[in-house]
């Protein structure tokens, strides 16, 4: 997909888990690479330093590098080991409920960065003002949009599902209203087909690191 990256997110709770437990993983692996190395039983060393590369690469993928951003022209879902890219032309509805989901004319885009809650709503802090969104939802009003939240509660009151469909709702109502756009015949505006890309090159180095603890443990 082309265009400049205008918002990006990824899940505070989801990084930290990964990159504490990379830390701790590591940092116990390697102590037993050099434990390995002193005592002469390279063989094992080396497997143990395998056995830390190949869940570093399996963390990264699964907790590091899952994220959301909304470009000029759609939305990049990336996912553990794939990547969703959703026009805006193709989108029919964003949902937030479980988790974030792109709804498309032929199939959803799940995220796997930005989860919900079946029972979410914003965190009541205090009433900022008479409009909440809180009270507005109570009165049976629409959905907060992004500008009332962030003058009213902030996003840390709402779920990351509900902050990345805030914004995608913002960049795709943008999209929707541009000039060219609106100059633009109907038939002129070709709606865009979704993509999957696969990340190959991560399952081929989890693979390669797999088979080279296999076999390095197999000959111990």
Not at 40 to 50: E, P, Y
Not at 68 to 73: G, L, N
Not at 79 to 103: F, I, K
Not at 146 to 166: D, F, N
Request: with cysteine; proline share 6%; aromatic share 8%.
């Amino acid at each position: 997909m082309a265009g400049d990256v205008r918002w990006k997110y990824r899940s505070g709770s989801l990084l930290g888990v990964g990159l504490v437990g990379i830390g701790l993983l590591d940092a116990l692996l390697l102590w037993s690479v050099q434990d390995g190395l002193r005592a002469g039983r390279t063989g094992a060393a080396l497997v143990d330093l395998l056995w830390a590369a190949a869940i570093t690469a399996l963390t990264v993928e699964v907790f590091v590098r899952p994220r959301v951003e909304t470009r000029d022209d759609g939305v990049v879902l990336v996912n553990p080991y794939r990547t969703a890219v959703v026009p805006w032309g193709a989108l029919q509805r964003v949902d937030a409920e479980l988790s974030l989901e792109l709804v498309t004319p032929a199939q959803r885009f799940t995220s796997w960065a930005a989860t919900g809650s079946r029972n979410a709503r914003p965190r009541r802090r205090r009433r900022w003002t008479e409009d909440d969104p809180d009270l507005a939802r109570d009165q049976g009003a629409p959905p907060p949009n992004l500008a009332e939240v962030l003058r009213t509660k902030g996003l840390a009151s709402i779920t990351g599902a509900m902050q990345c469909k805030l914004f995608i709702d913002e960049a795709w109502q943008a999209w929707r209203t541009a000039p060219a756009r609106e100059a633009a015949e109907p038939g002129d505006v070709a709606p865009g087909v979704p993509a999957v890309r696969w990340h190959w090159r991560s399952f081929a180095l989890l693979g390669v690191l797999a088979v080279a603890v296999a076999v390095g443990s197999a000959s111990l």
